[in-house]
């Protein structure tokens, strides 16, 4: 980066730190790939810190020849540096380094507490059903888990959640799309392998079942954009609720009352996934405070804590 975070707006900053990690997965091409991404109807103005161009209906459908004429109708915004990430191969991936660089990865673990020293503000540990893991410095990363193992510690960690989301991955299907598809409730790209992931926004603030009656569900949504997908078979369905804090940045950093518990949380978790966990090493391991991160500590005002957990 050529200029430090305390020189940009919140806004601007999160932009950056989304545009650098980018780059860093670009280091990843088995597990991440860039064809760029298309919001359809998206009228907002072109910023120059996100490169875009403005496509018309008729350059939407020259771009994306299999895009239904409706979903054509209002053009789209194409945002050539965006592209996706393969999460459970990433996860695999950098687990296996985390053990090799002498982490222990303990599974089956349930976190229910953290365990804190009598004579001064300091975790001491976490505690699970079968024992108490000691620690010097504790990393609460545990996306909506967050507020149930602080609160009890006096600490607000003001999240709310996206709407439920439903994620479908199809079985391999001929090629049919060639970036990214997005609109207000629905993500759809085509994979290197042929398979199709469709994420919907479920509109509820409750986990849907993932049942195969509700992928088929998202498949036909899908299909109002992508008529192709109509007769496209699962593979794969999930469902969940995504961390958000309520002013839409990160939340990073040691906390102010209990000095070696470090908090982790933010959107676009997957995105900033490389950048993050460069950053925050750098702070727990060498203890060296990241300027990139100052503007997402848990100590900022946060604009609206009327929806948080």
């Known amino acids: 980066m050529q200029i430090a975070s305390s020189q940009l707006t919140t806004e601007v900053a999160h932009t950056d730190l989304n545009m650098h990690s980018m780059k860093l997965w670009a280091q990843y091409p ?29 350059q939407l459908k020259h771009e994306e020849p299999d895009l239904s004429d409706a979903a054509c109708q209002g053009g789209a915004r194409l945002y050539k540096p965006e592209g996706y990430a393969y999460p459970e ?3 695999r991936f950098f687990l296996q380094q985390a053990e090799q660089n002498g982490a222990s990865v303990l599974y089956e673990h349930p976190v229910q507490s953290l365990e804190t020293g009598t004579s001064s503000p300091h975790i001491t540990g976490v505690v699970t059903p079968g024992k108490t893991l000691h620690a010097d410095v504790v990393v609460v990363a545990a ?15 003001p999240l709310t959640a996206k709407p439920c989301t439903v994620t479908v991955i199809t079985k391999p299907l001929k090629p049919i ?11 759809i790209v085509q994979r290197r392998d042929g398979d199709v992931m469709i994420s919907l926004y479920a509109g509820d603030d409750r986990p849907e079942e993932a049942t195969e009656a509700v992928s088929k569900q998202v498949i036909q949504a899908a299909a109002v954009l992508v008529p192709e997908l109509a007769e496209a078979q699962t593979q794969q369905v999930t469902a969940g609720l995504m961390p958000y804090p309520v002013d839409a940045h990160p939340i990073v950093g040691f906390t102010k009352e209990w000095p070696n518990l470090y908090v982790a ?21 060498n203890k060296q405070e990241q300027d ?15 929806h948080t957990y």
């Open 30 to 58: 088995d597990l991440a790939a860039f064809p760029g991404s298309l919001i359809l109807n998206d009228k907002r103005t072109k910023d120059n810190a996100y490169p875009s161009s403005s496509l018309t209906p008729e």
């Open 89 to 91: 191969s990433a996860v």
């Open 143 to 157: 996306a909506l888990g967050i507020p149930e193992l602080t609160k009890p510690l006096g600490l607000l960690v």
């Open 177 to 187: 799309l060639k970036r990214i598809v997005v609109n207000d409730t629905i993500f």
């Open 265 to 285: 949380v933010m959107h676009s978790g997957a995105t900033l996934a490389p950048l993050m966990g460069k950053l925050v090493s750098e702070e727990i391991v």
């Open 292 to 306: 990139l991160l100052a503007p997402y500590r848990l100590q900022r005002d946060f604009a609206d804590l009327s």
